[in-house]
Every structure is written in C-alpha cells, then in structure tokens.
C-alpha cells in the first residue's frame, strides 16, 4: 500500500513510521515543512533507503496514494494556548491539502487525526456514542479553540460522505520517543522521575485512558484493511487509569517522589476534564482488539524512556 504521512514530523506519525517499517510491503512518503529535518531523522532510524520525503505542494506530482494520514496539529498543550485561534486556519490548511487530492483521487482512503477533544465536554462522566458536542459559541474560551478546529474538521469530513474518510479521536497517547518538555501529566510525572524531582498535584479525581503505540499502529492497520467507510472512532486501551492508582504504581516500579497538594497543576489546553476516555467501541467493528491497559502501556514505554535516558529504572536495582 502506498501512503502519505503529513505531518509527519509529529511524533505519533515518528512512531507509526517505525511500525510500519517493520512490514516491508508499505511505500510511505513523509511530508513535512521541512523535509531535511524528516530526511535526518530517517537516516538516524536507519531508514532512509526505505521511505521518500517530500514538501506538501509537491504531493499532486507523485504517483498516486492509496491513503493519506493527516497527523498535522499541536502536540503540546501549551503551545496549543499560545497558538490561540490560529490553530483553527492552520488545521483548515492541511486539511484542505487532503481533501483536494480526495477530490482528484476518490478511492483514496483519507485517515484524520482528530481528539476527544471534540466532544468539548467537562467530562464529568466519560464519552459515549451519545455524548453530544458542546461549543460555547458565546463565550468561546482559549482552551476552547483547539477542540473547534478538530470539530470543524470533523463537520467537513461527515458532509463528504461519498468519500472514505475516518476520523480517528485520541484522548491520550504515551510513547517513550515523545517529547517529556510537553506540559501533559504524564510527561510531567515522567520528568520529575528522570530528574528525581518532587512531583506534586491536586487531589482532584483524574481518569486517563493511554494509548500504547502499538495498538495505534494496530489500529491504522485494522482501518486501512477494512472496507472503505466514512465515520468517526474514538480510541482507548483495554482499561483507563485513575491517577491514584497511577501515581503509587509509578512509586513502586520507578520510585516517582510525589506530594497532594491543595491547587491546580499542568496546562489545561482544553479544558478541565476528570474522566477523559471514552466508552465508546465503534472503534471495535473495525477489528481493534488493544493489547495494552492504560498503565501497563506507560510502565512499558516509561521503562524504555528511562533506559534511553541512561536513568537506572525500578528493575535495575
């Protein structure tokens, strides 16, 4: 099969290339902004003889694709407050990119990263098949215009039925190659562990549901071997995590240092949300069966992070 990656120098994207390489029937072609950054980093994975790279405006001139997967967008919460509205036009752009070569390529399969964030809700409980979208037309907020981008895209996609399109909502994703910089709770828990810091955050109730590289590179694999569809899935583990539970985990494998204190702590880029995962498995119908749970993904990946660091994980002592 023959794919384009845009946006391919998000890290998610990095990570499913390295998936893909391990089956040699795919011919990716990575494009990005700057394609000598992609280009570097394929011969560092030892990859360069594998896959091409290429600037967007070129994708028109290459011999046609079988799918696209759009992963373009902000990977950091708090660069996504700093982008503001402008997150909106940006992600139009490159959406616009897909959907033009859809138009000259109808049987093109078009895979879009989305968010749960696009149920824009305070999840208070988890998302469902029935959790309707909220926007505040009204009083639109900072944190608000990330989630609106994601939906507008979404909107366009359902209105183009005669197209293959799905639409693919992560609500948290942790792999030991992202960036630890980015203002997310697990990348701030797994900072204060390689810097043997003191972690501290509130007492307030936290659900996350982390999505293991693998099983995003399963899913990708399940949709594009699947019969052509036009639809939305929201992804998830085989269990979510509360942070309790996270957090003394944690302690007992990596000796994480932690405090409860009174406050609120992180970036939240788009809103507060307790219980962030979704219930619904539509995802499922496409064959998506998950091998990690939520803190066995993290252990994993935190582990292989650690290592990487050079830091003497849990195990080694």
């Not at 959907?99 to 109808?106: I, R, V």
């Amino acid at each position: 099969m023959r794919i384009a990656i845009l946006g391919a120098s998000s890290q998610i994207a990095k990570d499913l290339v390295l998936s893909f390489s391990e089956d040699q029937s795919d011919d990716l072609v990575l494009f990005g902004r700057q394609p000598e950054v992609l280009a570097e980093w394929l011969k560092q994975a030892d990859l360069a003889d594998r896959y091409e790279v290429e600037y967007y405006e070129n994708i028109n001139s290459q011999q046609p694709f079988d799918a696209l997967i759009n992963f373009v967008g902000v990977g950091d919460p708090a660069r996504a407050m700093e982008m503001g509205s402008s997150i909106l036009d940006i992600t139009a752009k490159f959406d616009d990119i897909a959907l033009h070569y859809l138009q000259n390529h109808p049987d093109c399969r078009y895979l879009f990263l989305s968010s749960g964030a696009v149920y824009d809700s305070d999840f208070e409980a988890p998302a469902d098949g029935n959790t309707p979208t909220r926007i505040p037309m009204n009083e639109l907020q900072a944190q608000d215009w990330y989630a609106s981008s994601k939906l507008h895209a979404e909107k366009r996609h359902r209105a183009l039925q005669e197209f293959p399109i799905v639409d693919i909502r992560v609500f948290n994703y942790f792999s030991h190659t992202q960036d630890m910089s980015a203002r997310f709770l697990i990348t701030d828990i797994a900072r204060a562990i390689s810097e043997k810091n003191l972690f501290s955050t509130s007492a307030d109730k936290l659900v996350r549901d982390f999505l293991h590289p693998s099983d995003f590179a399963q899913l990708v694999y399940r949709i594009l071997a699947s019969p052509k569809t036009n639809c939305a899935i929201d992804c998830y583990s085989q269990a979510p995590v509360d942070k309790s539970t996270l957090l003394k985990a944690l302690q007992e494998a990596f000796n994480l240092q932690y405090q409860i204190v009174a406050g609120v702590f992180g970036t939240n880029a788009t809103g507060k949300k307790p219980l962030y995962y979704s219930l619904n498995r539509k995802t499922a119908e496409f064959g998506y069966q998950p091998q990690y749970n939520s803190l066995d993904g993290v252990c994993k990946e935190l582990d292989l992070y650690l290592r990487c660091a050079g830091k003497v994980t849990a195990s080694d002592t």
